[in-house]
T-cell receptor, first 111, second 112 residues
Framework: EAQVTQNPRYLITVTGKKLTVTCSQNMNHEYMSWYRQDPGLGLRQIYYSMNVEVTDKGDVPEGYKVSRKEKRNFPLILESPSPNQTSLYFC??????????FGPGTRLLVL | GQSLEQPSEVTAVEGAIVQINCTYQTSGFYGLSWYQQHDGGAPTFLSYNALDGLEETGRFSSFLSRSDSYGYLLLQELQMKDSASYFCAVRVLNTGGFKTIFGAGTRLFVKA
């Protein structure tokens, strides 16, 4: 089954404690993205990756890092989380026909 | 700056037709997508328009006019399960590749 998986689904952490949210897709897509969703703001792109070892900033990259060492995985790293990074995070991969497939989401609370 | 505008809320009756508009101001425009998101769920893809005109997929159609920087999503024969949020999103060429910018979303309420 074609899918995008994210882990963890829910996470409560404290300010400054490094965390990683994993994302994996099994569709061999080249393009992957991370978004955050906050009430009233829609989805905002954090980072995207056009292919392995090719990443670039989206609209809200501050406080986040990503890496793309292999095609299927695109982890999101928060080196020093702060309360304003409390949000719902979605990973997505995009087919050549421009369909984006979203993962189930990760709810993050930073205390 | 880059921006998208869509209505925050639309209400319609079951069985009716509803149109959700999206206007955008962007540079490097490549295409317009629509997504549906139910409460507590992930966005799901509905359509993508790269060229002017109407694309039809079952009860849903999407239209794009690049010269007017405008598009819409048309939902026909509305069903209660269509109550959800709908997002338009533009694909734009950035220095490092293609970015995706989403609108704030339109909440659709379908009444019996």
């Amino acid at each position: 089954e074609a899918q995008v998986t994210q882990n963890p689904r829910y996470l409560i952490t404290v300010t400054g404690k490094k965390l990683t949210v994993t994302c994996s897709q099994n569709m061999n897509h080249e393009y992957m993205s991370w978004y955050r969703q906050d009430p009233g703001l829609g989805l905002r792109q954090i980072y995207y990756s056009m292919n392995v070892e090719v990443t670039d900033k989206g609209d809200v990259p501050e406080g986040y890092k990503v890496s793309r060492k292999e095609k299927r995985n695109f982890p999101l790293i928060l080196e020093s989380p702060s309360p304003n990074q409390t949000s719902l995070y979605f990973c997505a991969s995009q087919s050549p026909m421009k369909t984006q497939y979203f993962g189930p989401g990760t709810r993050l609370l930073v205390l | 700056g880059q921006s998208l505008e869509q209505p925050s809320e639309v209400t319609a009756v079951e069985g009716a037709i509803v149109q959700i508009n999206c206007t955008y101001q962007t540079s490097g425009f490549y295409g317009l997508s629509w997504y549906q998101q139910h409460d507590g769920g992930a966005p799901t893809f509905l359509s993508y328009n790269a060229l002017d005109g109407l694309e039809e997929t079952g009860r849903f159609s999407s239209f794009l006019s690049r010269s007017d920087s405008y598009g819409y999503l048309l939902l026909q024969e509305l069903q209660m399960k269509d109550s959800a949020s709908y997002f338009c999103a533009v694909r734009v060429l950035n220095t490092g590749g293609f970015k995706t910018i989403f609108g704030a979303g339109t909440r659709l309420f379908v009444k019996a």
